[in-house]
């Protein structure tokens, strides 16, 4: 039975709802669209404007991977704080963070579209710049996503980079400190297991980050998002299930997962993409002390990544109770 939305809803909340429709549409559609746009416009009388754009965009080619190109006015669009209202997204801080030193966070889960660590690390509709004075957060993304045309300027306005090496390197090196690099440890195929409930974690053997760290003395910092994997049910695909080892055979061909999730509608609740308003607590950990070592032993790479974990599992053992999260409830890392 469709359970649809009442006929009078207020405004605030039929923008909010708004807001999280285009925000949808770009993570799903707008790269696409993009693409089709700029090739389009080849084939038209304003086939120059495209030619003018792929002249910048080979001159800026290598843009996303050195800090990107952030956008104060569009960070603070009040779009995004429509949007953050229709969940609600909060961000809770646990301890300082010195702004004379660079930092790189490790964000779980994932869940399907990674909308906490979007709203807080690439707006300031949860006063990030507020709770955090002195830091500026980036989060890395897939390189694919950076090869949109158009679609790449969006990206980076919000402080998001290429997920490389020389991208954290960039960031990580930078003298003058107060460098937050955010990465999404579980990527892509732990979107698979975002489910409400869930709370299985793709980290244990996810150690590339702590050898980021290390190499760059970037101190450490944990990151849970209670309520991210309850935006949206998923259809049931458990591991050895025939729609898992497709959708893990087109993960490592495509580098991007398809998890096949649904929501709620835009006037009725039962069925759609849009997540479900259900409320994101995005909790920052304490900094870990990360000594500069510029070769890592794996001794040395798996003492931080146990440590890392330890911290992690804290984390969330302290705060779960307040989040709804049942007493019997673990983190669990494959």
Known sequence: MVKFAPLF?????????????????????L??????VFVGLLFTRFWLFSVLYATWWYLDRDKPRQGGR??????????????KDYFPVSLVKTAELDPSRNYLAGFHPHGVLATGAFL?????????????????????????????????DYLMSGGLVTSDKE?????????????????????????LNARPGAYKLLLRNRKGFIRLALMHGADLVPIFSFGENDLYDQIENSPGSWLRWIQNRLQKIMGISLPLFHGRGIFQ?????????RPITTVVGKPIKVQKIEHPSQKEVDQLHQHYIKELCNLFEAHKLKYNVPMDHHLEFC
């Not at 405004?11 to 999280?20: D, I, K, S, Y």
């Not at 690439?122 to 045309?149: D, Q, V, Y």
């Not at 460098?179 to 579980?186: D, E, F, H, P």
Request: charged share 15%.
């Open 120 to 152: 807080n690390l690439c707006t300031e509709s949860t006063s990030f710049p507020e709770l955090f004075p002195g830091i500026r957060p980036h989060l890395m993304m897939l390189n694919l996503w950076f090869r949109a045309p158009f679609f790449r």
């Open 31 to 36: 790269g696409l669209i993009c693409n089709v």
């Open 70 to 83: 952030r956008i104060h006015a569009l960070r603070r669009w009040v779009i995004w704080k429509y949007m």
């Open 167 to 191: 991208s954290a390197a960039h960031i990580l090196n930078r003298k003058d400190g107060g460098n937050l690099l955010g990465i999404i440890v579980g990527g892509a195929q732990e979107a």
């Open 269 to 277: 609740y039962s069925l759609g993409f849009l997540p479900y308003r």
């Open 9 to 29: 809803v207020p405004w605030e909340r039929r923008l909010q709802t708004l807001m999280v429709l285009q925000w949808v549409f770009s993570f799903l559609a």
